[in-house]
């Protein structure tokens, strides 16, 4: 295996503590990495591959004769410790996130899964497991990024409904009594009590300017 920039590729077995020299060939999707080794012929390709990205090395099964190849699907995590056995019992959003994050050579990858371990105690492991998969799938492996997903995943399962009781919002029952006018009440007498008769109106007054 050599390195390039941060990511790694295969090189003929037989190249083993032999000296290669690696360039960058085209760019964007196109983009390939070459691998000339300088012998007894001159220089000579020995490999090439499609760029890759740190924690994603490329490998050419025939640089391998004496190897098994691996056939290509999902793979087996075997935990490395209680922490990350904890983590991974989450789900299988939890085994995309790691295998996903590995991949992008995200720092700090203990610390985020004990975040989502206590995460899924606090909440729900079914939401939490659905967050790490969300992460895995659009590569959200920053601080902060769990959480992030898992309120708004929250939020969509939560309703708010306001009502009459549960408003701030000034009610109509007000609005009811316009064009309504009590009935006079009755006396004991059974007689109908007169109301009150209404306020005299404020005299007016006309002012003048004098000089």
């Given at each position: 295996m050599?390195?390039?920039e941060?990511?790694?590729?295969?090189?003929?077995?037989?190249?083993l503590g032999?000296?290669?020299?690696?360039?960058?060939h085209?760019?964007?999707p196109?983009?390939?990495?070459?691998?000339?080794h300088?012998?007894?012929d001159?220089?000579v390709?020995?490999?090439?591959?499609?760029?890759t990205r740190?924690g994603?090395?490329?490998?050419?099964d025939?640089h391998?004769?004496?190897?098994?190849?691996?056939?290509?699907g999902?793979?087996t995590i075997?935990?490395?410790?209680?922490a990350?056995?904890?983590?991974?019992?989450?789900?299988?959003?939890?085994?995309a996130?790691?295998?996903?994050?590995?991949?992008?050579?995200?720092?700090?990858m203990?610390?985020?899964?004990?975040?989502?371990v206590?995460?899924?105690?606090m909440?729900?492991t079914?939401?939490?497991?659905?967050?790490?998969?969300?992460?895995a799938?659009?590569?959200r492996?920053?601080n902060g990024?769990?959480?992030s997903?898992?309120?708004?995943?929250?939020t969509?399962?939560?309703?708010h409904?306001?009502g009459?009781?549960?408003?701030?919002?000034?009610?109509?029952?007000g609005w009811?009594?316009i064009?309504?006018?009590?009935?006079?009440a009755?006396?004991?007498?059974?007689e109908?009590?007169?109301?009150?008769s209404?306020r005299?109106?404020?005299?007016r007054y006309?002012?003048?300017?004098?000089?």
């Open positions: 050599v390195t390039f941060n990511g790694q590729y295969s090189v003929p077995a037989h190249l032999a000296r290669v020299f690696v360039r960058a085209g760019a964007g196109d983009e390939q990495v070459i691998v000339v300088h012998g007894a001159g220089p390709e020995v490999a090439r591959h499609a760029r740190p994603s090395p490329a490998i050419d025939a391998f004769p004496d190897h098994t190849p691996k056939i290509p999902e793979y075997v935990p490395r410790s209680k990350e056995a904890e983590f991974l019992s989450i789900g299988d959003g939890a085994r996130w790691l295998l996903e994050a590995a991949a992008a050579g995200t720092a700090r203990n610390l985020k899964m004990a975040e989502a206590t995460l899924a105690k909440t729900s079914a939401l939490v497991d659905q967050a790490l998969g969300t992460a799938i659009h590569g492996f920053a990024d769990l959480a997903i898992l309120n708004s995943e929250t969509k399962h939560t309703t409904a306001a009459e009781s549960r408003s701030l919002t000034q009610g109509t029952a009811a009594a064009g309504h006018h009590p009935e006079p009755n006396d004991e007498s059974g109908s009590a007169s109301l009150p209404p005299p109106p404020l005299p006309r002012l003048s300017w004098k000089r």
